[in-house]
């Protein structure tokens, strides 16, 4: 979680940024549909002034779940369609996954990728071949644990297979998605805290679309403040 | 965790302080074994401060695990056997455990109860009978997560039964609490990265006392800096 990121150092890590309700949903969708890059940023300022600076890039986000004013989009994944998004920046500002994001960065991380059940085994094919320690960080909603999130980061390690070192978290994570494992996901991410608010808000679809396992076999790399595709397997990956 | 309580608001609850290695359990045992009282203390200083006005107390606790100098005991549950404790004040500065406390109370929590494997149905029993929400507090180690805590957790929400609300967090750590039930609780709790720290340090004992459920019926109560026994089902609470 970003609050024990202050403590974390992560030096010659590779970290995975999990926000599965919307952030890494979003932007994993958004350039796999095509856009250039993602640009994340914090607050609504720096995202408004930066929108200033590119008038051509869209700007999106969330604040309490729903778009700013004067947005051009939101963060729903359904939102950044390839009509919307192809060969587009987009400039996104959500409330956790910026900051897990940062928080990789600040703790030293070597390389920082997004994850989300759409890419998992992008994500997974990439941590076995980084040849480092991985650091899962799970973004959580509004500073607190998130079911969605570390049910994700079980489903990475367990992807890695066997013989790891595991941190007591990490544990925990797998534990849970072991025991779900087999469950219908779209019912388990729902069945969380912020999947029962976002379905309040009417976003029930997002939860369909976050839980559509390998639905973008992407691999999005944050690097100086962008994110953008990597193609998997590159070498020095 | 300690650090996901900044966010937290918790008029009306009752907190359960939880770092079963070893702050919780060393707690525990002082007050069972006939300690009138422990005063948890943050820093060194203050614990020597306090010592200082009081030449009567003991002076116990650790830094990185250890006792630091001068002082009369460490955070060992075995060293508060009943001819060192009984009818004696426990200064006591723990690194996870004290900030624990003043977390739940300055969030605001109505009540603040102490919380170990060792007291297990005295703490279930409580909550049980305590009529508002319940909000259990993971000290955890270096600000991290820990299993240790987190099973427990799960423990005292498995004996609470079903129909509860609970959170992202209680959910998790219910499932691992299940998925774990019927193992060997010592071994688990030694397994923890904080457990093999101290297992390493020589204090593998501390681990199988720290896991010896209910072998303290007892409830310990924060309040006004200091800990004390309660009686159980004493009416208000």
């Known amino acids: 979680m970003p609050c024990e990121m202050e403590k974390i150092r992560a030096e010659g890590f590779a970290a995975v940024v999990i926000d599965i309700l919307r952030a890494s949903t979003t932007i994993i969708t958004a350039l796999a549909n095509g856009a250039e890059r993602v640009i994340p940023l914090t607050t609504l300022e720096e995202a408004r002034a930066r929108k200033e600076k590119e008038p051509d890039a869209l700007l999106g986000g969330e604040r309490n779940a729903l778009p700013p004013p004067g947005f051009d989009l939101g963060n729903s994944p359904r939102e950044y369609e390839p009509e919307r998004v192809k060969g587009r920046t987009v400039i996104l500002t959500t409330t956790n996954g910026t900051r897990a994001c940062q928080a990789a960065v600040a703790a030293g991380a070597e390389v920082v990728v997004i994850g989300g059940f ?41 992807g890695l297979g066997e013989g790891l070192q595991l941190s007591d978290g990490a544990r925990a994570c797998l534990t849970l998605y072991e025991r779900w494992q087999g469950c219908d996901l779209a019912a388990l991410v729902g069945g969380s805290t912020h999947g029962r608010r976002l379905a309040d808000l009417g976003f029930g679809e997002d939860i369909r679309l976050a839980a559509a396992v390998d639905s973008h076999p992407v691999l999005p790399v944050y690097r100086e403040g962008e994110i953008r595709l990597e193609p998997i397997g590159t070498p020095g990956f």
Chains 1, 2 share one sequence.
């Open 118 to 158: 759409v890419n998992r085994r992008a994500v997974v094919e990439f941590c076995r071949s980084f040849p480092g320690p991985i650091l899962l960080v799970c973004a959580g909603t509004r500073g607190r644990f998130s079911l969605e999130d570390s049910l994700y980061a079980g489903s990475v390690i367990s």
